[in-house]
T-cell receptor, first 108, second 113 residues
């Protein structure tokens, strides 16, 4: 089965605190994994993809095939990071499947 | 031009109406998608077009009918919808190939009355 699981619907942290948004996937093939972000009243946009191993806006994500995880991390959260975050999996057949999403709230 | 443009932004239609949603991109992307998104929920895949051919239909009811007239345009024809079909309809496009980014439109907010 192809599935993306984000166990936390809401994550609330204070500004400057570390943040980790969890993502686990189930896929028998070689996964393409992404993190998308949706700020209030804005369109869904790509934040990170696993293949590039880059840091965007201070966020990083590492693919752990043994644990089938792709958690998103940031060492020091900022208020402007408050948004809905979706982990997504693209299958070899071309489907882009989203997890349930985690709403991140960064309090001042 | 790195945008996916959707029209209209808002649409209210009755259950007996026929309407169409439009999506346009000029990035040369050969994969295009329709998603449905309810409030506080993730986008749910409806259809995937690859090189203007329908490649994936996620068991969507026939009252939704997609069309890809050319490589830049994607339509979603609506007929005899139900109130529960009210949602944000998102269009996306991406290049073919591995690990490519999908670009999303702003969506059409559909209300069925």
């Amino acid at each position: 089965a192809q599935r993306v699981t984000q166990p936390e619907k809401l994550l609330s942290v204070f500004k400057g605190a570390p943040v980790e948004l969890k993502c686990n996937y189930s896929y028998s093939g070689s996964p393409e994994l992404f993190w998308y972000v949706q700020y209030s009243r804005q369109r869904l946009q790509l934040l990170l993809r696993h293949i590039s191993r880059e840091s965007i806006k201070g966020f990083t994500a590492d693919l752990n095939k043994g644990e089938t995880s792709f958690h998103l991390k940031k060492p020091f959260a900022q208020e402007e990071d408050s948004a809905m975050y979706y982990c997504a999996l693209r299958t070899m057949g071309g489907k882009l499947i989203f997890g349930q999403g985690t709403e991140l709230s960064v309090k001042p | 031009d790195t945008e996916v443009t959707q029209t209209p932004k808002h649409l209210v239609m009755g259950m007996t109406n026929k309407k169409s949603l439009k999506c346009e991109q000029h990035m040369g992307h050969r994969a295009m998608y329709w998603y449905k998104q309810k409030a506080k929920k993730p986008p749910e895949l409806m259809f995937v077009y690859s090189y203007e051919k329908l490649s994936i239909n996620e068991s969507v009811p026939s009252r939704f009918s997609p069309e890809c007239p050319n490589s830049s345009l994607l339509n979603l024809h609506l007929h005899a919808l139900q109130p529960e079909d009210s949602a944000l309809y998102l269009c996306a496009s991406s290049p073919r190939g591995v690990n490519t980014e999908a670009f999303f439109g702003q969506g059409t907010r559909l209300t069925v009355v």
